[in-house]
């Protein structure tokens, strides 16, 4: 058996009644109620760690209470400003955890741009002005016509003819008042020149506000902070969202046939909005043909998917240091695959309106439940890719999805088709949010995990739990601090397939001081991960 291992955190804030002991087997959990029965019932948990703790606190984040989390983050700023002062140029300026993520997303605070990058904002912002004083965003062809029609007066002898054919026609006005004739010539000129135009992309305004920086970035790093570039693919997209209708698009109802097959769900850990795009769904052939069959339907989907990502954005925080870019899971499990060529060019479509029109809004693309075919496609195509976009892709196998997924969100925001407690698409009233966290524990091959929730006063006790791939046996039991009482059998031991129920919901009315036992058998030769939450009702 493994050698003792004892947790005990703290509960939250506003569920004081009660304690959390984690312990490798059942033999430590009664030596801990040995050690505990002496102790008078406390108003208020104790907070202890043992010195055995054998779980690296980087491999399960949310186990770690926040104090301890800091203290890595600090050590690691030692470690970095140590660096900085070695070397030439200082490149850590900011204490910014990481997580496991390999793509850093760039600032969009103007003052942490580099000289290059900040000149070549400056000059995209020229760019815009001038094209907003000459409407070349919604008036291209107007504009290309008074441009054709300028240099008609450009030679000295034409202009000077044209003023004598006209100086007799406005002599007797000149003489009579010259200043108002110099005034009125002015306004007329005015009144000729193009008034500036007022431009909104995502709803927010170019060059109104810092939000139009973020915006304004956002292309020059899709064009690799080539001014002349960006502002093109500004200008087209600005005119395609005009021809294409997304201002009435966005109001429009498309019917919800397809919102299993795209959703928004969750949060990962840097605060990101997630989608998951579902490939499987489209294994329907109803679905698939009232989606793909024709052109026309294809249109559709194309319209539905465009304004799906609008309603999307519109819900981002464009301010600088604001979450501006969504976490996008790609779910390829039963995907149709290359050899529907309906789906095939939708997607082609589909993506190349996204790579033109909406740069930069992906900070994450992750595949999971990915085909060895799929992972050698990528293999041919990855030569090709820069870098930059290459960081952005995460593949994991149908074995690994999970734990892939952990690794960029926490349990309480992964939906539970995907591992983690999350529910989504339930018309019921679920017991627990994404707003309640969730306790991440590895189990190691061949132990036992036993919680323990210690009870200070009468309630109801309320909790779910999983193993993910289960595969272990589980057992409850509440244990009452009296030495007369008998321990009371909430669950059996069960052993528990991966068929069968994902998560496990247990609500236990206290009547009694005692703690409740949760025990987790592990028998496999492969680690286990447990998830498990709980909140306290209390008794009236």
Not at 189 to 202: D, F, K, M, R
Not at 392 to 411: D, Q
Not at 488 to 513: C, D, N, S, W
Request: aromatic share 8%; charged share 30%; glycine share 4%.
């Amino acid at each position: 058996m493994a050698d003792e291992t004892t947790i005990t955190t703290p509960p939250p804030a506003d569920q004081p009644p009660f304690a959390v002991v984690e312990s490798e087997s059942p033999s430590v959990a009664e030596k801990l109620e040995s050690k505990e029965d002496p102790l008078p019932p406390a108003p208020l948990p104790e907070v202890i760690e043992s010195a055995k703790e054998e779980e690296p606190p980087l491999e399960l984040p949310l186990e770690s209470p926040p104090v301890v989390k800091a203290k890595s983050e600090e050590e690691v700023l030692v470690v970095g400003s140590v660096q900085a002062k070695e070397g030439e140029e200082p490149t850590i300026r900011k204490p910014i955890p990481q997580s496991l993520i390999s793509f850093k997303e760039e600032s969009n605070i103007v003052a942490d741009l580099s000289d290059s990058e900040r000149k070549a904002l400056q000059e995209l912002k020229q760019l815009v002005q001038e094209a907003l004083n000459t409407r070349q965003f919604t008036s291209p062809k107007q504009e290309v016509k008074e441009t054709k029609e300028k240099p008609a007066p450009k030679t000295e002898e034409d202009t000077a003819g044209s003023e004598s054919e006209t100086k007799p026609l406005h002599e007797p006005k000149i003489e009579e008042n010259p200043v108002k004739e110099a005034e009125e010539v002015a306004k007329e000129t005015s009144q000729l020149a193009i008034s500036p135009e007022e431009v909104s992309i995502w709803g927010v305004p170019l060059l109104k506000d810092d939000r139009s920086d973020v915006i304004l970035l956002k292309f020059l790093r899709a064009r690799d902070f080539k001014v002349r570039d960006a502002f093109v693919m500004l200008r087209n997209t600005i005119q395609w969202r005009k021809k294409f209708g997304i201002d009435a698009l966005v109001d429009e109802d498309l019917g919800d046939d397809l919102e299993k097959v795209v959703f928004m769900h969750g949060y990962d850990r840097e605060g990101h909005p997630v989608c998951y795009n579902v490939f499987g769904e489209f294994q329907n052939k109803e679905l698939y043909q009232k989606t793909f069959l024709d052109e026309e339907k294809r249109t559709k989907f194309l319209r539905w998917r465009i304004q799906f990502l609008e309603r999307s954005i519109r819900k981002l925080d464009f301010s600088p240091g604001g979450v501006c870019t969504i976490f996008q899971v790609n779910d390829l499990k039963n995907s149709p695959g290359p050899a529907k060529s309906e789906l095939r060019l939708a997607t082609k479509q589909a993506l190349q309106l996204l790579q033109d029109n909406y740069p930069e809004f992906v900070v994450k693309q992750v595949f999971v439940n990915a085909p060895w075919w799929y992972l050698a496609f990528y293999t041919l195509i990855s030569p090709f890719m820069t870098q930059r976009t290459k960081s952005k892709f995460v593949f994991a196998s149908p074995v690994k999805s999970a734990e892939t997924l952990f690794k960029y969100i926490s349990a309480e925001h992964v939906p539970i088709q995907y591992g983690g407690l999350s529910v989504d698409y339930c018309e019921c009233n679920p017991e627990f949010t994404i707003a309640d966290p969730v306790t991440d524990v590895i189990i190691k091959p061949g132990t036992k995990k036993t919680v323990e929730i210690i009870i200070y006063e009468k309630c109801t006790i309320v909790w779910e739990l999983r193993v993910v791939g289960w595969e272990v046996s589980y057992s409850a039991e509440f244990v009452p601090n009296s030495q007369d009482a008998y321990t009371l059998i909430i669950q059996k031991a069960t052993k528990m397939a991966p068929t069968g129920e994902p998560v496990l919901l247990h609500r236990f009315k206290v009547g009694e001081l005692g703690k409740i036992l949760l025990t987790i058998d592990n028998p496999t030769s492969k680690k286990k991960r447990l998830l498990y939450r709980f909140k306290v009702e209390p008794s009236y």
